[in-house]
């Protein structure tokens, strides 16, 4: 470019026009501190260029004489983590070829969000080449001489669209931080779920998903699917006498000899913690109780001796066959397995039961009959009680919330766990009743803290059932009236399957309760692992990581890379994280180093019938 087509001067420029103070807009704001590159072999021409700039308010200007340079720029903003360039004025007549130039920025995927303006010299000629330069990656041609009045408000788009690609792309980049980290935890949550870490078993989980493949292709087939559970008859006894690792080399030694059973129509997995499951495909009803007798008589026949002592160790066995074409789900049939094996416990373990319709009424009406009344009872006559339980916050090492914990005073007295109480409550219908009862004291607790304790808030622990009860969220809104409570005092805690399983009723439920002030908590996180897309759009504050990712953190690698998946997830999607079971100092340390912003477990505090220290108000008296 000579110096022909370049009519205005410098000394114009400064004469002509006055500093251009128009107010920016929001859409504009910033724009005048990014950064722009003046690529021209012509100081002349730059210095016109750059006071052009300067005129209309781009300050942050640099001069650049040849191609050479304007790379070795680039790849220093990159390397050095300088400032980022955000336009580039590049001169038709660099000394490089301006095509290549261009062509190499814009094939770069770091420099390719830079818009490239082109100042030609001749409009003729850069007709015929339109099309080109655009495919070289120009976004826009500026013919000399250049008017200001033309000039600075293609700047100021291609500054906008600087800006917009900017904002894409940090877009663009959480997104796949997102996908990866997504793709990394259900990548090992997937192997976590589907085997028992111990015996290298299958988990509950995958035997359900197998089952219930086997199931629906019985229909078809017009087979029989026949599942075994396995229960170990002393186990207890020896995890209890010889201690934990006896009893984990006992289920290792179990596997490995029912392993020897299994072939390629057989699954074995162990579910639960002195069980195992063997699924049968394509065999007969006769065969596959003839098998469960081969098993029991051959765990009959298996000694476990540790040092000098030595053990008998014998199976129960409940064994449900399905029949043909009948057409039932994987829980029922785990079910009807369960309830045979109580069956043959209780006429004296080392046997085999086969299900039969009656076994799991007999079960459940006994179970359903010996708490209902209990549980009425409790409810009519004072025998719940809450139980509190500290949660600290990591920073501060504040109490800051305490979870309410219902316990069930037996006939003598003694603590009976919710965990026996409230599956049959639930059966039965009575939960709503008690998980009114909670909200009802928990709130009341509050209300007798001391003004200076009002910073504490309660954790309230919510059934499945819970959102069923059409009255629930008029009752939690009468009862914070009442006791004018602020709704910020209280978190509910409800279970991520129970979230998922009614999902758009607990949202809008979730909803409706967070406006009252009252905040959320997924509990039991981690264990649900399918749940990461529908928690991007769960309105939780807190996800309550599960305590059995908790309780070996020190010792196990798998745990530790699960929490830290755990926690980024919940940074990204802005929720707080609570690690429960924390049983340690050494736990409280690494989950402290891994940015969790809660911790609850016996480390910290039991549960207690004592709220904040003080004593005068207790709910759990003795009844
Ligand atoms: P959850 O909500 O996961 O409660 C945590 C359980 O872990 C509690 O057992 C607590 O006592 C126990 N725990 C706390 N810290 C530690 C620790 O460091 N190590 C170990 N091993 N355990 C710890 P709890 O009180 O027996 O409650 C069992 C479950 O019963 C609860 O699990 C919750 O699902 C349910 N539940 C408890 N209270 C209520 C209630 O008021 N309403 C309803 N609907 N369910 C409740
Ligand atoms: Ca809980
Ligand atoms: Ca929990």
């Not at 080109?132 to 700047?155: E, K, M």
């Not at 409810?379 to 305490?402: D, G, V």
Request: charged share 25%; aromatic share 8%.
């Amino acid at each position: 470019m000579g110096d022909q087509p370049l009519k205005a001067t410098l000394t114009q420029v400064h004469q002509n026009d006055s500093p251009d103070h128009t107010q920016e807009s929001h859409q504009t704001d910033g724009l005048h501190a990014m950064r722009i590159i003046i690529a021209n072999e012509n100081t002349n021409h730059t210095l016109f260029i750059e006071a052009l700039l300067h005129r209309s308010g781009f300050r942050n200007t640099q001069m650049i004489a040849n191609g050479k340079e304007l790379i070795s720029e680039l790849n220093q903003s990159l390397q050095l983590q300088q400032e980022e360039i955000d336009l580039v004025l590049i001169s038709s007549t660099l000394d490089t070829n301006w095509q290549t130039l261009c062509k190499r920025i814009n094939q770069s995927h770091v420099w390719r969000d830079i818009p490239l303006i082109l100042i030609a010299s001749d409009p003729e000629w850069f007709e015929a080449s339109a099309k080109q330069a655009f495919n070289c990656g120009i976004t826009d041609v500026i013919y000399t001489p250049l008017r200001p009045a033309h000039f600075s408000p293609r700047i100021y788009s291609a500054l906008l669209l600087k800006k917009e690609r900017t904002i894409r792309m940090i877009n663009r980049q959480a997104i796949e931080t997102e996908l990866a980290e997504r793709k990394v935890i259900d990548a090992r949550l997937q192997h976590l779920v589907n085997h028992d870490d111990l015996t290298g078993l299958y988990s509950r989980r995958r035997l359900v998903k197998a089952l219930s493949k086997a199931l629906s292709l019985s229909i078809k087939t017009d087979q029989t699917v026949s599942l075994l559970h396995i229960d170990i008859d002393q186990f207890k006894v020896i995890n209890d006498l010889e201690g934990h690792q006896a009893g984990d080399q006992l289920l290792v030694n179990i596997a490995n000899l029912l392993r020897d059973f299994i072939d390629n129509d057989k699954t074995i997995a162990r579910t639960s913690s002195d069980e195992y499951s063997i699924l049968i495909k394509n065999d007969t009803p006769e065969a596959a109780l003839s098998f469960s007798e081969k098993i029991r008589r051959a765990m009959k026949k298996f000694v476990f001796s540790i040092d000098d002592r030595v053990y008998n160790i014998g199976v129960s066995i409940g064994l449900a066959i399905t029949i043909k074409g009948e057409n039932i789900s994987a829980s029922e049939m785990l079910a009807r397995a369960d309830q045979a094996c109580f069956v043959a416990k209780k006429h004296g373990r080392n046997m085999v039961h086969q299900y039969d319709n009656q076994d799991r009424e007999i079960h459940q009406l006994r179970d359903e009959a010996f708490w209902a009344p209990k549980i009425k009872d409790a409810l009519n006559n004072s025998r719940f009680c809450l139980m509190f339980q500290p949660i600290i916050n990591l920073k501060t090492s504040q109490i800051e919330h305490y979870e309410a914990l219902i316990r069930m005073y037996d006939d003598n007295n003694e603590l009976i766990s919710p965990d026996v109480f409230i599956p049959v409550a639930e059966r039965i219908g009575m939960i709503h009743d008690i998980d009114n009862w909670v909200i009802k004291q928990a709130i009341n607790a509050l209300k007798q803290l001391p003004e200076n304790k009002s910073y504490v808030s309660l954790n309230i622990n919510l059934s499945s059932h819970a959102f069923h009860d059409p009255g629930l969220l008029q009752r939690i809104k009468d009862a914070l009236a009442e006791s004018q409570i602020e709704g910020k005092r209280i978190t509910f805690e409800i279970t991520e399957t129970a979230a998922i399983e009614n999902y758009e009723q607990t949202r809008e439920m979730i909803i409706k309760l967070r406006e009252l002030g009252c905040s959320f908590a997924l509990d039991d996180f981690g264990v649900g692992f399918n749940s990461f897309s529908y928690l991007k759009k769960f309105p939780v504050d807190y996800l309550k990581i599960d305590g059995s990712f908790i309780t070996n953190l020190v010792n196990d690698e798998v745990d530790q890379a699960l929490v830290k998946s755990m926690v980024e997830i919940s940074k990204t999607l802005g929720k707080k994280t609570v690690a429960e079971f924390v049983e340690s100092e050494e736990i409280l340390k690494m989950i402290k180093s891994y940015g969790i912003d809660y911790a609850q477990g016996y480390y910290i505090g039991k549960p207690g019938s004592e709220f904040e220290g003080i004593e005068s108000v207790s709910f759990c008296p003795s009844p």
